[in-house]
């Protein structure tokens, strides 16, 4: 998703970026097609060396064991892709497809059951949903030999028109999925989908940094202060520490820390296990395993630490265009109307047994709390204490490179936003004062406030 919440106009003190460096000391000056794909520029010499291997194992296809390629097989019996950037392209925001003959490639679609709150307590603490019985929690869409894809995501698209205050006419585009060809028997009658585009990489180690409190603090999730904006902190399972905590990473902050995020990709997206994820989405009718595995796990610690490192170390790049006067009334205007009452424009990270990472000042631009966005956006599907209204508000940090690093980039939780506008009319719910206070707007203002978003 491109927004959480374009929120109430509720307070305007907001600070005002005074700097370029929106990643701190670690930002860098690179605003091409690999924007995205630098490591933190106050990042040592001596870890630049683990930053490349990372890389080689984000950036290159995995393949299906056994092969010579030991340290990279394992792919599948199921998958949606071969590698990281398959989804993350060039470290940035996947797309939709344009077309019902366009592959789903960096879009997928999760999957669950309506669950029973007091029969399924314990296995929702930990896993936050309950997986469909024969598809699991997630839908596959492509196979190794001798196994068949799980089924098509199709996407058709409907025109949907929106009139500004001035009379201005704004034509988007609302998705609609549908599930074909399915090759393991008849989906769930009850089935819960999801779909979800691949988020930009840039500035994960430095959002894990921020302090717990500072974001818990923010948190107002009976609206106590009666402005119209809830943020609750979603509250997940962290396998390795074997507790709940707080949620910050994925489009319902369903997930703890980089490394979990990123394991559960490789088990959902690639097929490939890891201590960290032991098993991957097949289920027991799907009999995976009569197929050869890539060890045991398959994702080894080794490489799993070199993937958490690449993952957490990717720079922001910095501001462009701060001096322009059209982008600093823009700036002043996105304090106005509310969007930073959830798009909280900075933070000092804590301290980090990484310095480059350490009591960073940033400008993420994210409370990284749950929203309620609307029945326009809404899937239906909880995921931990999120409901089937609520997005976690990403990050806008990097927005205005998004079609520089891929040209194809939708905006939103499932790509449907062909641009930054038509991102800030799909709000509502929380979002809806501050979208209508966008919409009322004089020409000449929304494209200050666009020009403001998009020198991020």
């Not at 605003?31 to 890389?55: C, E, I, K």
């Not at 894990?208 to 943020?231: H, K, M, R, T, W």
């Not at 980089?258 to 097949?282: E, P, R, Y």
């Not at 000092?348 to 990284?368: C, F, N």
Request: net charge negative; hydrophobic share 35%; with cysteine.
């Amino acid at each position: 998703m491109f927004f959480s919440a374009f929120c109430h106009a509720a307070e305007t003190s907001y600070p005002l970026q005074d700097t370029p460096l929106s990643g701190g000391a670690g930002s860098v000056d690179q605003h091409d097609q690999n924007a995205y794909s630098l490591p933190q520029g106050n990042m040592p010499m001596t870890r630049r060396l683990d930053f490349s291997v990372g890389n080689s194992f984000f950036r290159n296809p995995w393949v299906v064991a056994p092969s010579s390629t030991d340290a990279r097989d394992g792919l599948g019996p199921l998958f949606n892709t071969n590698s990281c950037q398959g989804c993350h392209l060039k470290d940035g925001r996947g797309h939709a497809p344009a077309s019902v003959d366009a592959p789903s490639v960096s879009l997928f679609l999760r999957l669950s059951i309506p669950a029973d709150p007091e029969r399924d307590a314990d296995f929702l603490r930990e896993h936050g949903v309950v997986p469909d019985p024969v598809y699991g929690a997630q839908l596959q869409t492509a196979a190794i030999p001798g196994m068949k894809p799980e089924a098509d995501l199709i996407v058709d698209w409907e025109a949907v028109t929106q009139t500004l205050g001035d009379g201005t006419e704004v034509v988007m585009r609302k998705p609609i999925y549908r599930i074909e060809n399915p090759n393991y028997g008849e989906m769930s009658e009850d089935l819960l989908t999801s779909p979800r585009v691949a988020p930009p990489m840039i500035g994960l180690g430095l959002l894990q940094a921020i302090p717990e409190d500072v974001l818990l603090a923010a948190a107002d999730p009976e609206d106590e202060n009666g402005d119209g904006i809830s943020g609750r902190a979603n509250q997940v399972w962290d396998r390795v520490a074997e507790k709940t905590v707080l949620g910050r990473f994925g489009w319902k902050a369903g997930q703890p820390n980089v490394m979990q995020q990123s394991m559960d990709a490789f088990a959902g997206d690639m097929g490939l296990t890891s201590s960290v994820a032991l098993s991957t989405d097949c289920t027991p009718q799907q009999q995976c395993e009569r197929f050869p595995n890539g060890g045991v796990p398959e994702v080894s610690d080794k490489v799993a630490g070199f993937i958490e490192f690449y993952s957490m170390s990717l720079a922001v790049p910095t501001r462009r265009d701060m001096d322009d006067p059209q982008v600093q009334r823009g700036a002043e205007l996105f304090n106005q109307i509310g969007c930073a009452a959830c798009h909280t424009p900075s933070y000092t990270t804590g301290q980090h047994e990484r310095a480059d990472l350490s009591e960073q000042v940033i400008w993420p631009y994210t409370d990284l709390l749950l929203h309620d966005m609307g029945p326009g956006l809404a899937d239906g599907r909880g995921e931990f204490l999120a409901d089937g209204n609520e997005w976690r508000t990403p990050p806008l940090w990097g927005l205005g490179l998004t079609k520089t690093v891929n040209p194809s980039a939708g905006f939103l939780h499932d790509g449907r936003a062909e641009t930054v506008e038509h991102a800030i009319l799909w709000h509502d719910g929380e979002a809806r004062a501050a979208a209508d206070e966008y919409r009322l707007l004089p020409a000449n203002e929304r494209e200050a406030l666009l020009r403001f978003l998009n020198s991020l």
